[in-house]
């Protein structure tokens, strides 16, 4: 951790698709635990943000520090590493292994990390029980619904305990009731585990979910508290 206290700085973040700006210096700041909702119109530059955050993205410039260390100064395989052990993903769409069971999903993760089948697939079917969908561990993605198939997204990213759970939009394909419940489960099961939440949304009622919102317009990021 920074003397600041952050877990994961950003500092001068900018990064250009051909003459499209998608950040055009954003600074970001996330305390480990914390539930940060980023907010903003599509096209703004949330999940471009995002990205680099998590290291899928390289910034063109700017700075990203996880940890004491400088995300963009580690080797490619260095990156891919610290995102299997230490980040968490859920996205709109779930983007679920199709061919693998909804237990065999949530284990994927442990698996890629060396652990044992057994104690992999124990430690999913706990997170598939935390999460209330325990009764579909056995089915293929094809074969639940939206709201279950985010759930069994959320098991799967806190799965390997993350020390911080990237959402893109994890209710945008829901319907209210279901966005509702599943951006509970998602923030009370990452408050659990002590895991901090950077939540791209467009969920009216973020605020009760997140402990700080920031929104993004044009590339550029305005905290909401003023903090970072
Ligand atoms: P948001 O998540 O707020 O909808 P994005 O980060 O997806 O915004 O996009 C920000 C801008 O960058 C948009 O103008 C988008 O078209 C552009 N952009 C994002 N990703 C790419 C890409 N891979 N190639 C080209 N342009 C992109």
Redesign the pocket.
């Known amino acids: 951790m920074s003397a600041t206290g952050a877990l994961l700085t950003a500092e001068g973040l900018r990064?250009t698709?051909?003459r499209?700006?998608?950040?055009d210096g954003v600074d970001f700041r996330i305390r480990p635990g914390e539930v940060v909702a980023v907010m903003?119109?599509?096209?703004?530059?949330?999940?471009?943000?995002?990205?680099c955050l998590a290291g899928i993205?390289t910034p063109d410039a700017g700075t990203i520090t996880y940890d004491g260390r400088q995300l963009t100064a580690l080797t490619d395989a260095e990156r891919s590493a610290l995102r299997r052990t230490d980040f968490g993903f859920v996205f709109q769409f779930g983007q679920l292994v199709p061919e693998l069971t909804c237990l065999e999903n949530v284990a994927l993760p442990l698996r890629l990390n060396g652990v044992r089948r057994k104690t992999a697939e124990r430690q999913a079917r706990h997170w598939l029980d935390r999460l209330d969908v325990a009764k579909i561990a056995d089915h293929r993605p094809g074969e639940i619904s939206g709201g279950q198939g985010q759930r069994v997204a959320i098991a799967r990213a806190l799965v390997t305990t993350p020390r911080i759970v990237f959402a893109?939009?994890p209710t945008g394909a829901l319907d209210s009731l279901n966005g509702e419940r599943v951006m509970n489960l998602l923030t009370e099961a990452a408050r659990d585990t002590r895991a901090a939440v950077v939540l791209?949304t467009h969920e009216a009622r973020v605020a009760a979910y997140s402990d700080r919102e920031i929104t993004?317009r044009d590339?550029i990021a305005r905290d909401l508290a003023g903090a970072t």
Do not use: C, F, Q, R
């Open positions: 990064k698709y051909g499209t700006p998608a950040l903003g119109p599509s096209g703004s530059g949330k999940s471009t943000l995002l990205h993205v893109d939009e791209v993004v590339g």
